[in-house]
C-alpha cells in the first residue's frame, strides 16, 4: 500500500510539471511568428483542403487550450490564441486537430476504438466517484460495490491508454503534412515538434494516474480479502 501512494504522489507531480511545461512551452512558440504567415484558421482550413476533406468547419471555441476536433459535429474547434494567431505554436495545434478530422476520414481503427467507448466513459465520469466512495465505505459489508467500481474504472483506464496512438498519430500527420508543405522552415520544425510531444505527454501522465489510481482500489480490494 505504501508503494501505490509513492506513485499516486509521483504521477500528480510528474502531472504539474507537465501541465506547467506545456503552457510555457505553448505560451513561447506562441512568440514565434510562422514564416508562411498563416492563421490557426488558416492552416487548419488549407490541410483540410490538402487532404481532400471538404465537409468539416474550422471554429473557434472559448478557453485557454480548449482546441479539439468534434468527430459528431465534424468541426475543428480552435481556441482563440490559435485560431487568431501567427505563429509556430498555432500552426502545430491547428494541424494536430485536423489530423484527427484525417484519422476520422480514413476510418483510423484507435480512434474508432476511442470513439465506441465515449458512451460509456461519459456515463461512467457521472457515478465512478461515488460508487468507487461507497465501495470503500461499505468494504466490509457491501465488497461488490467495490468490485463493480474497479470495473468501471477499468474501462476508463483503458479509454485513456487508447487515446496515446490517438494523440501521437495525430501529431505525426500534422508534422509530416507541415513539413511536406513546407509550411514550416528549419527551426519552426523542431519546435513544432516539440510543442506537440510536451501536449502528448499530458496524455501518458493521465493514462498513467489513471493506472495508478486503478491498482490503489485494487489494492484495496485485495488486501480486504488477505484479511
Same mark, same amino acid.
Given at each position: 500500500m505504501p508503494g501505490i501512494y509513492l506513485i499516486l504522489i509521483l504521477v500528480m507531480a510528474a502531472s504539474w510539471f507537465v501541465s506547467y511545461r506545456l503552457k510555457s512551452k505553448f505560451r513561447h512558440y506562441s512568440q514565434v511568428p510562422l514564416t508562411a504567415g498563416l492563421t490557426g484558421r488558416e $492552416?487548419?482550413?488549407k490541410m483540410l483542403r490538402d487532404e481532400g476533406i471538404f465537409d468539416v468547419k474550422v471554429i473557434? /471555441?472559448? #478557453? =485557454? &487550450?480548449s482546441d479539439h476536433y468534434n468527430p459528431r459535429e465534424k468541426t475543428v474547434n480552435l481556441s482563440p490564441e490559435v485560431y487568431n494567431t501567427r505563429s509556430v505554436a498555432a500552426a502545430a495545434v491547428a494541424a494536430h486537430e485536423c489530423g484527427h478530422a484525417v484519422q476520422h476520414a480514413r476510418a483510423y481503427a484507435w480512434l474508432n476504438m476511442r470513439s465506441a467507448l465515449v458512451p460509456i466513459v461519459? =456515463?461512467?465520469?457521472? @457515478? @465512478?466517484? !461515488?460508487v468507487l466512495l461507497g #465501495? /470503500?465505505? +461499505? @468494504? *466490509? %459489508?457491501f465488497p461488490a460495490l467495490l468490485a463493480i467500481g474497479i470495473v468501471i474504472f477499468a474501462i476508463t483506464t483503458l479509454f485513456s491508454f487508447i487515446t496515446l496512438p $490517438?494523440?501521437?498519430d495525430a501529431s505525426r500527420r500534422a +508534422?509530416? !503534412?507541415? *513539413?511536406? %508543405?513546407? &509550411?514550416t522552415y528549419g527551426e519552426e520544425r523542431s519546435q513544432a515538434k516539440d510543442a506537440l510531444d510536451w501536449a502528448a505527454m499530458t496524455y501518458v501522465v493521465a493514462a498513467i494516474g489513471s493506472l495508478a489510481t486503478l491498482l490503489y482500489y485494487v489494492s484495496i480490494f485485495t488486501g480486504r480479502r488477505d484479511n
Amino acid at each position: 500500500m505504501p508503494g501505490i501512494y509513492l506513485i499516486l504522489i509521483l504521477v500528480m507531480a510528474a502531472s504539474w510539471f507537465v501541465s506547467y511545461r506545456l503552457k510555457s512551452k505553448f505560451r513561447h512558440y506562441s512568440q514565434v511568428p510562422l514564416t508562411a504567415g498563416l492563421t490557426g484558421r488558416e $492552416v487548419a482550413e488549407k490541410m483540410l483542403r490538402d487532404e481532400g476533406i471538404f465537409d468539416v468547419k474550422v471554429i473557434s /471555441v472559448e #478557453g =485557454f &487550450l480548449s482546441d479539439h476536433y468534434n468527430p459528431r459535429e465534424k468541426t475543428v474547434n480552435l481556441s482563440p490564441e490559435v485560431y487568431n494567431t501567427r505563429s509556430v505554436a498555432a500552426a502545430a495545434v491547428a494541424a494536430h486537430e485536423c489530423g484527427h478530422a484525417v484519422q476520422h476520414a480514413r476510418a483510423y481503427a484507435w480512434l474508432n476504438m476511442r470513439s465506441a467507448l465515449v458512451p460509456i466513459v461519459q =456515463f461512467s465520469s457521472n @457515478i @465512478i466517484q !461515488w460508487v468507487l466512495l461507497g #465501495g /470503500v465505505l +461499505l @468494504i *466490509n %459489508t457491501f465488497p461488490a460495490l467495490l468490485a463493480i467500481g474497479i470495473v468501471i474504472f477499468a474501462i476508463t483506464t483503458l479509454f485513456s491508454f487508447i487515446t496515446l496512438p $490517438v494523440e501521437y498519430d495525430a501529431s505525426r500527420r500534422a +508534422l509530416a !503534412w507541415m *513539413n511536406a %508543405t513546407n &509550411l514550416t522552415y528549419g527551426e519552426e520544425r523542431s519546435q513544432a515538434k516539440d510543442a506537440l510531444d510536451w501536449a502528448a505527454m499530458t496524455y501518458v501522465v493521465a493514462a498513467i494516474g489513471s493506472l495508478a489510481t486503478l491498482l490503489y482500489y485494487v489494492s484495496i480490494f485485495t488486501g480486504r480479502r488477505d484479511n
